[in-house]
T-cell receptor, first 114, second 112 residues
Framework: DGGITQSPKYLFRKEGQNVTLSCEQN?????MYWYRQDPGQGLRLIYY???????QKGDIAEGYSVSREKKESFPLTVTSAQKNPTAFYLC?????????????FGSGTRLTVV | GESVGLHLPTLSVQEGDNSIINCAYS??????FIWYKQESGKGPQFIID?????DKRQGQRVTVLLNKTVKHLSLQIAATQPGDSAVYFC???????????FGSGTQLTVLP
């Protein structure tokens, strides 16, 4: 079955550490997205990529970095510069030819700073 | 910036009753709206969508109503079941921005 896989499901980070969240899709989608979800708030866009080797900052990119070396993969690194990283992180993908209803979301990674 | 928001953060309904979840939006340029369902610890799932040139759309047990005059969107779930318990949120699309803006969500709890 085609889908989008995020790992790990739970991640704990010590203050000052960088951590990388994995997102892999086998849907052959061109575009991939990273969102952050906090309690009582809507999804906020961190970074997105419309094509391999290209990505754009979203609304809350500070303290995060991404790469898009392969079409299937869009890892997100939460750096020590992100002062409040505890949140639920969602990855999504979409085919370029699909409209706004074409997003497929992963199951998320819950990151906690300890 | 403009945002999408929900009127009620929580909603409890008896099993078998109908549920109505509301959403207010402020961007009059939005041309497309989506409702998502998100179960605990999972990613959002598409439920139903509606274009701005429509005022009603029906799916299986769900209906979305759009009132552009007051910038209001609602999701109606008929004969609510325990499996409907989840967070529901709306999203709006601005074709020029090419991005979705998401609301904060309503927690629906179905009581036995």
């Amino acid at each position: 079955d085609g889908g989008i896989t995020q790992s790990p499901k739970y991640l704990f980070r010590k203050e000052g550490q960088n951590v990388t969240l994995s997102c892999e899709q086998n849907l052959n989608h061109d575009a991939m997205y990273w969102y952050r979800q906090d309690p009582g708030q809507g999804l906020r866009l961190i970074y997105y990529s419309q094509i391999v080797n290209d990505f754009q900052k979203g609304d809350i990119a500070e303290g995060y970095s991404v790469s898009r070396e392969k079409k299937e993969s869009f890892p997100l690194t939460v750096t020590s510069a992100q002062k409040n990283p505890t949140a639920f992180y969602l990855c999504a993908s979409k085919d370029r030819d699909r409209g706004p209803n074409g997003y497929t979301f992963g199951s998320g990674t819950r990151l906690t700073v300890v | 910036g403009e945002s999408v928001g929900l009127h009620l953060p929580t909603l409890s309904v008896q099993e078998g009753d109908n549920s109505i979840i509301n959403c207010a939006y402020s961007n009059s340029a939005s041309d497309y709206f989506i409702w998502y369902k998100q179960e605990s610890g999972k990613g959002p799932q598409f439920i139903i969508d509606i274009r701005s040139n429509m005022d009603k759309r029906q799916g299986q047990r769900v209906t979305v109503l759009l009132n552009k005059t007051v910038k209001h969107l609602s999701l109606q779930i008929a004969a609510t079941q325990p499996g409907d318990s989840a967070v529901y949120f709306c999203a709006e699309n601005n074709s020029s921005a090419r991005q979705l803006t998401f609301g904060s969500g309503t927690q629906l709890t179905v009581l036995p």
